[in-house]
T-cell receptor, first 111, second 113 residues
Framework: LAKTTQPISMDSYEGQEVNITCSHN???????ITWYQQFPSQGPRFIIQ???TKVTNEVASLFIPADRKSSTLSLPRVSLSDTAVYYCLVGDSQAGTALIFGKGTTLSVSS | ETGVTQSPTHLIKTRGQQVTLRCSSQSGHNTVSWYQQALGQGPQFIFQYYREEENGRGNFPPRFSGLQFPNYSSELNVNALELDDSALYLC????????????FGQGTRLTVV
């Protein structure tokens, strides 16, 4: 399983764009990159998943360069309610559903 | 709301006791996974059940066991509780054995004293 490295914490202000970068140097050919969001005392929530280039949904965008050794989760115009822990996961979506979480990035949004 | 419900939401047990946690999976999902999340850490995979059979296990001792029922709901049992078992226990369901988009419940906060 590819190991991921992401910043422990980030601070932002309301209305700003936040970019959280995740490194996964040993990503395998069949691996997808998935991001989850977790609020205190709640279970993680799936945000976005991608394999290469760019993926966008109503919540976030995911940018993946050609070498796929890193990825960036982009949250446009964050609000206080985006304060949460964000996890970057890398794994083969066809190999099973066991998710391997690291410590994640704690994003704090202030007014 | 993910449609995955867990009970109870909070629980206090004494060291050495046994505990059973319950999870109802999202409608149409036949696979349930359990995770343990210690304070300040990411969730750690305990095991997974697919159509009532264990289908993968993380690095947890045998005193962590589980069941999945015909309606795909699930139980997590922990025997001989230790203080380090204090954690948030999360249940996640998926529509099949594969896929990385899981739907988590709100968790059960277990405190062992």
């Amino acid at each position: 399983l590819a190991k991921t490295t992401q910043p422990i914490s980030m601070d932002s202000y309301e209305g700003q764009e936040v970019n959280i970068t995740c490194s996964h140097n040993n990503i395998a050919t069949n691996d997808y990159i998935t991001w989850y969001q977790q609020f205190p005392s709640q279970g993680p929530r799936f945000i976005i998943q991608g394999y290469k280039t760019k993926v966008t949904n109503e919540v976030a965008s995911l940018f993946i360069p050609a070498d796929r050794k890193s990825s960036t989760l982009s949250l446009p115009r964050v609000s206080l309610s985006d304060t949460a822990v964000y996890y970057c996961l890398v794994g083969d979506s066809q190999a099973g559903t066991a998710l391997i979480f690291g410590k994640g990035t704690t994003l704090s949004v202030s007014s | 709301e993910t449609g995955v419900t867990q009970s109870p939401t909070h629980l206090i047990k004494t060291r050495g006791q046994q505990v059973t946690l319950r999870c109802s999976s999202q409608s149409g999902h036949n696979t349930v996974s359990w995770y343990q999340q210690a304070l300040g850490q990411g969730p750690q995979f305990i095991f997974q059940y697919y159509r009532e059979e264990e289908n993968g296990r993380g690095n947890f001792p045998p005193r962590f066991s589980g069941l999945q029922f015909p309606n795909y709901s699930s139980e997590l049992n922990v025997n001989a509780l230790e203080l380090d078992d204090s954690a948030l226990y999360l249940c996640a369901s998926t529509p099949g054995r594969v896929g990385t988009e899981a739907f988590f419940g709100q968790g059960t906060r277990l405190t062992v004293v």
